[in-house]
């Protein structure tokens, strides 16, 4: 399931950082600016989940709930990548937490340094968010990495983008940013398995982290 967590925060950073127009090209935020943004994100997240109709937990957890876990901000995870468009693929059926299989289509690859290692992404496109007014531009982002079934969901995580976000050629993602599918916190959600081109073999400590 595509939750579109983080769209108006990673707006935030490109206004911040004086990057909203086309005429500019991406550029990574700056310390302070990347602090004032995570901050933000996480007060959303956890406002998102205390209100019952938006949270993914179940009423008795949500009487409980006193905010996620997060991982300390890490700034070295907030990287600037390379993007390059590819979306000659056909439309595929994405394998869920169950027998559901929403169909997405390849948008492209991002390219970035993280932990040292080159690394690279593939980024999706939701046929059905394609067909709602308003959504065409959501990008989506699933991943796996070394702290999944650690200190991170087993099944994974999500990042989304918009297509505004991308300019000339290059994108920030801000693994910071990185969220749980709903189907972390109750079996009742079909949630999007992140294919195995989308594997990363580091270790990023920043996001979501697991609550258990």
Do not use: W
Request: proline share 8%; charged share 15%.
């Amino acid at each position: 399931m595509l939750r579109l967590y983080a769209s108006v925060l990673l707006c935030a950073i490109l206004l911040i950082s004086g990057v909203a127009t086309a005429q500019h090209a991406s550029k990574r935020p700056t310390a302070q600016e990347f602090e004032v943004a995570i901050v933000a994100f996480q007060q959303t997240l956890n406002t998102e989940y205390r209100n019952p109709t938006e949270s993914p937990l179940p009423p008795e957890a949500r009487e409980k709930f006193t905010g996620l876990a997060f991982f300390p901000s890490n700034y070295s995870a907030c990287v600037l990548a390379r993007f390059v468009r590819d979306s000659l693929q056909a439309p595929f059926p994405m394998p869920t937490s169950t027998v559901r299989r929403p169909l997405y289509q390849k948008y492209g690859e991002l390219h970035f340094t993280l932990e040292g290692k080159r690394l690279q992404l593939t980024v999706y496109q939701s046929l059905d968010l394609l067909q709602k007014p308003g959504y065409q531009d959501y990008l989506f982002v699933p991943f796996t990495d070394q702290t999944n079934g650690r200190t991170s969901y087993g099944g994974g995580r999500y990042i989304d983008l918009r297509l505004g976000q991308i300019q000339q050629g290059q994108v920030v993602v801000d693994f910071n940013q990185a969220y749980n599918p709903f189907c972390a916190y109750s079996p009742q959600y079909s949630c999007p398995v992140p294919p195995i081109e989308n594997r990363l073999p580091v270790a990023i400590k920043a996001g979501v982290m697991s609550d258990h």
